[in-house]
């Protein structure tokens, strides 16, 4: 997987998850590591500071980078990104860290924006537990988004035609 040459956010507003942030940001340079806290005004190396909430925030950067991966509880996030989700052809790969890295969680765009191969990349900088949802990886099966977007594929009604052809796959229909 190359990753220098995407836009890549990690948010935290926790100091365990900053501690975490700067333990991915070292492995990952191209990174920017926000740690967003409200009243909090500092200067420290490799960490961007934001005085601002979470829900204020991440609007000023969802349609700036492909992944954002977010430390901290999924209930947070899901409440935070759930005005701004669009459609999994323009939204940022989404992943989700508890702030001790012991899960790493695709939780938006795991197969057109690519957050399923950076959950197992990141699992395995970290030595974490990768946790992916979508039915065709789960049951082991190439899905037809994903060969479409290795092969930089055009199909009409692309949206109708994956999830047809992806349900029909882990199925066994095919």
């Known amino acids: 997987m190359s990753i220098e040459d995407k836009k890549i956010a990690i948010l935290s507003i926790s100091r365990n998850g900053k501690a975490l942030g700067l333990k991915i940001k070292r492995k990952i340079s191209n ?15 490799n960490v961007i500071y934001i005085n601002k909430k979470l829900k204020e925030f991440v609007p000023e950067i969802f349609g700036e980078y492909d ?13 935070t990104i759930a005005p701004l989700i669009e459609n999994k052809f323009s ?7 508890d702030e001790k890295g012991k899960n790493i969680i695709s939780l938006l765009s795991g197969h057109m924006g690519g957050a399923n191969e950076m959950t ?8 974490s537990n990768p946790v992916i949802t979508t039915a065709t990886d789960v049951n082991d099966k190439s899905s037809l988004d994903m060969i479409a977007k290795k092969l930089n594929a055009h199909i009409y009604d692309f949206r109708n035609k994956v999830l047809k052809i992806n349900s029909m796959l882990v199925n066994d229909e095919v």
Request: include cysteine; aromatic fraction near 12%.
């Open 31 to 45: 990174a920017h590591l926000y740690y967003v806290k409200k009243d909090v005004v500092e200067d420290e190396d």
């Open 67 to 79: 992944y954002i991966i977010f430390i901290m509880a999924c209930g947070i996030v899901v409440r």
């Open 120 to 127: 197992l990349f990141i699992s395995n900088l970290l030595n």
């Open 91 to 97: 939204d940022p790969a989404i992943l989700v860290s």
